[in-house]
């Protein structure tokens, strides 16, 4: 899973400040050599640090060799370390795994190493020289001016409740948007849509491990991600928005920016890109609302995945499920990636593998497209369960509202995603679209999502510092700011 | 059935000419002495010779249109079929009528002209009697010239109006060379 | 190829400069020769024994073509992850290279077929070499939408073919057009191209020596004996096939410009793809077809069929559609800033000053925009070096094209989020290499054993093969009442 903050897979790194990477002269990916060095412990100092520690006569050296990953909005000269790294071997999906970063702590100092003189004589910082290759999932995390994820300071909603209806040029748009076609009616008795509260939103990934657990998503090894095919049908998109512009082509990194969160998964337009350019007819529409993908008959031309705006598919490049990925020496030093020989590799998963997953959900095989279904299991398990109860009366076969949910929905511990029948008035779903906060992406593609956002309120206490620094990510407030 | 001395049997009377002026020349002449069963032989087409041969325009086309429209009914039975038919499907919120047929044009173009292409591939062999493995003019030593610099012109002794004797002294007055019979097998 | 024929005594033909006779034409064939030397010599070059550097240059040819075969079964055994695609990027080297190779398979069918309909004999010096490199040039290009896909043993589904989900195919997707299109394109090619041979299939089963060759010869020339009565249906056929293939090969590379047309994406999303494709299309074929006919006609001695003025009348072409493209390029720029969408926008200054702006500067600004300029110049357009230093830009110019055009594209689109790169693997670097030795094999092929020009039609652009020519204006007139 993804770092909430950093996107970053598989590993842990030191994370540091932009400026701070700055004056180490550091970028992401370069090793550093961490050295620290403890202070002869025998007369502790009785005050804060106030007297010039005495020379340590042979002070050891705890050392960790790491690299670096510059995070914007990290506090400037520090390094930030996450434990629980430093495998050596991770089964079939992977060879290491990050740096062990135990190796500085020392019993006095589990949390913080700081160069107090107390048990830590100094710490120092080395560029090594050479490169670690990481697997980040997301590496623009500039919005561009876009307005993806919409927010405003309380004061400015108050002012307007509206506003996120009239970002991105959305107010400019009628309010039924022209089309050529009579849309053919999607007529089943019950619709189902999302919503997806940004103001609840943490970014915590509860959802994206879900999702994963409950729709079979394989785990592809971060050799694969750092080619960018990470399978996740849900993922949380991460942007920086800083009171000052930054053009992040240039290298510009923001400073002290806001983070915003927006879990990101098919938006279930009802008048889809993907559909019209299958070739198979593998990915359709149903008479519920959902865009369904019919496995089977994909062929894998990825052109659904090129014109979905979103970019929510997700293609099986490798037999993710019956082939070990992973790279491996072959000879040598011959490093040959070991999946780059699948017909020659054996084939089939281990009976552990096999067993965690969900058996109501197809296991996808290589050269298939797939993307959020909307947990199609889910409701397709709550429909039987509705016409059994209904018994001999199929008029009363309606699943009864809000009875189940998809597994992001429920694994949400702040309630942000909320699913159910839009169709249905009563239903929560209906109730959250109804807000003012409510708004839709890219609606001018009028693509119709059943997806919808409900924007972000900030409250930031006017008498802190950076007050102003909060509530910035949509564009509309940038320009009126400026 | 006309035979020489040899027993052979006789297929046609051939002359040779030395240009595509004199080939055409002579085609007018033998056109106007009444022949039906002749035909002149060149390595490339040569303007004007239909006229000369009193040959009309080509009815191949009427076969390529027939081919064509036969193709652009395919295309409309094969996708509307499915589509429409058998197995609509709600794709990308398009409807089932009128609105989307220009979706459906390029495969109908395409059929029409595969059909098309197809009917006169097999309508000029078939209208040609090709393939053929054997001809009795192969049996011409000379005629190999005709696919590199010869001109021939060939009467069928199947024709009415073919005579040994008068069919050879009307070649020779056109200006014809190397005039040979030519027997219908080895 | 050491031809039986002796060296033609003028090479070049500058000989007749227009203020000495200027209301003469220039002859298509130079030095007054005759159908027997236009046979041996375009025949002689299949029978004769094949000279060494065709050896060596078909063995290298058959080597690389050979490895891109493996790359293709490696590829499809182990899966689409061994090439660089990736999300955002679904489609990148392989329908560049798709549409690269369809996009060179249009000189052929364009100077067949739509030369022939406005009656330009001097296609007929140029037109089998080039619609025999359109066929190689598609069935290269084939080879990629059959791969690309992840699951290759389930392409029947593109068929319309009755199956147990009972799904058919959606005649809606842009992608079903092109399999119908380019199977089209590729069936009729073969039929014009067939149809054409016939005459000289017979010519070199006539000729030929050995019982194999006249077997083998005497087959494919179906019987052909050059009879008038065969001609005039012949020719209407052969008429009817131009015509059908003229929209046809518009149509075909509009078609493949349709796959990103009729998307969402910005910079797919034009109108102007069409005739931008399909000029782009004949842009880089006639710049393939110089490349392959240059070394052609000096190794073959054919200065006398394909001559200066050939190149000249190509080049000129080459000037038409480059500039046509470079207005497309600028007026998609245009159309980017005056629709004031700013996902449009973006993308375009992506293009100039993104990830992969060294393409756009030096694939379709001077590889494509500035470089045929040069063929204003009437000596460029002349000089041999000149003409083959411009259609060696433009072939790699046009395939940076499209790869800006798809990659461009893809790989920032909507959501910043899910931007990403492309880097190629070896993979799709060899397959696209292979693909080179093939096609490159199969035009050595076809040379050693089919003939490169057409004789039968050649012979019909001399003089003495006018019939009318010698004939009073008066009696011409009457024939054709």
Redesign the interface.
Known sequence: MPDPITKLTWDNAALISPRYAKTLDLETGDLIRIAVSEAASTPPPPAEGQPAPPPPPQPAVRELEIAVLVAPGHADNSITIPLGYGRYSLNNVGERSGFNGYLLRTPNNPHYIVADGKAVGSVTVKKVGRKYPFSIT?????????G?VREAPLEHYREDPEFAKKIAGDDELPAKLPSLYTHPPLNAAQQWGMTIDLNVCTGCSACVVACQAENNVPVVGKL?VS????MHWL?I???FASEHGFDQ?KGELPEDPEMVH?P?MCQHCENA?CE???????TIHSEDGLNVM?Y????????C???C???V???????YNQRPVGKKKIAGALNIYK?????LTDKGAPDTIKLSKNPNVTVR?????EKCTFCVQRIEEAKIAARVRAGASPADNKIPRDSFTTACAQACPNEAIVFGDIRDPESKVSKMKLQDRNYRL?QY?N?NTRVSYLARIRNPNPKMPDAHKIGIASPNEKEEKM | MIRTPSGHKVYAIGAEYG???E??EA?KRVRDAGFKRW???????????????G?G??W??AV?LIG?ITGLLTAVV??FG??WG??P?I??G?PFDWK?VP??F??M???T??F???S??F???I??G??????P??NWDR???????GF?LAIEARDPRFSEMETHELLVETGGMHITIVHEED | MEGAVAVPEVIEGEELAPTEKPLTRVPLVLNRR???WL?ERIAGAVENRAPRWWWVAFAVTAAIAGFGLFCLGYQI??????W????????AWDITNFVFWIGIGHAGTLISAILYLLRQKWRTSINRSAEAMTLFAVICAAIFPGI?????W??W??A?LPNN?????????????D???VS?YF??SV??W??GLV??L??L???ATSKIKKFLY??FA????????????????YL??AG??T??VL?VHS?VS??FA????PTWHTTIFPPYFVAGAIFGGFAMVLTLMLPARALFKLHDIITLQHIDKMAKIILLTGSIVSYAYAMEFFIAWYSGN??ER?AFWNRV???YWWYWWVGMLFCNALSPQLFWFRWCRRNVYVVYFVCMCVNAGMWFERFIIIVGG?H??????????FIPTWVDIWTFIGTHGIFLSLFLLFIRFLPMIA???V??ALP?????A?HPAGA?EK??A
């Open positions: 997301q590496d623009h995390f500039s919005i561009e001016g876009r993806l694969q080619h960018g095919r990470a993922r998109d991460r942007y082509d927006q990101m890109p019209t350019v299958c070739p198979v007819n593998a019919a089977n008959r994909c062929v894998g031309t990825r052109y995945a090129n014109n705006p979103f970019k598919r997700r293609f099986n490049f490798f037999d999946e780059y020989f699948a017909p095989m290589r050269g298939v497209m890219l593609l693509v | 240009s595509a002026t080939l055409y085609a035909d002149v032989y060149s390595p490339f087409p040569i303007h004007g010779m239909d006229e000369a041969m040959l325009k080509s191949l086309s390529v064509g094969v996708e499915p589509s058998l197995y499907l794709v990308h398009k989307t979706a459906f390029p495969i173009f395409e059929l002209v595969l098309g292409a197809f006169a591939f309508a000029w062999q209208m040609n090709l393939p053929r493995w054997h001809h003019l192969f005629f190999s010239r005709v696919t590199n610099d021939f | 005759s159908y027997g046979t055994s182990t899966g689409v992850g061994t660089g695609l990736n999300h955002p990027v679904g489609w690309h896909v992840g699951r290759v389930m392409a589904y593109l319309p989900y009972g799904i058919w195919p959606n005649f809606r997707s842009p992608l079903m057009w399999v119908f299109a089209t069936t009729v039929l014009f067939y149809t005459p000289d017979g010519t089963r006539d000729r005497g087959i179906l019987g052909w004996r050059g009879s008038n009565r065969h001609w005039r249906h012949y020719e209407m056929a009817l096939l059908i293939s929209p046809l149509s078609v349709f796959d009729t998307s969402i994406l700013q996902y973006f000053l993104g990830p893809l920032r689109d909507f959501l910043p989020s899910s931007w990403g790169l004789m039968s039609e012979k019909t003495e093969s006018d019939v009318h010698q011409m024939e054709h």
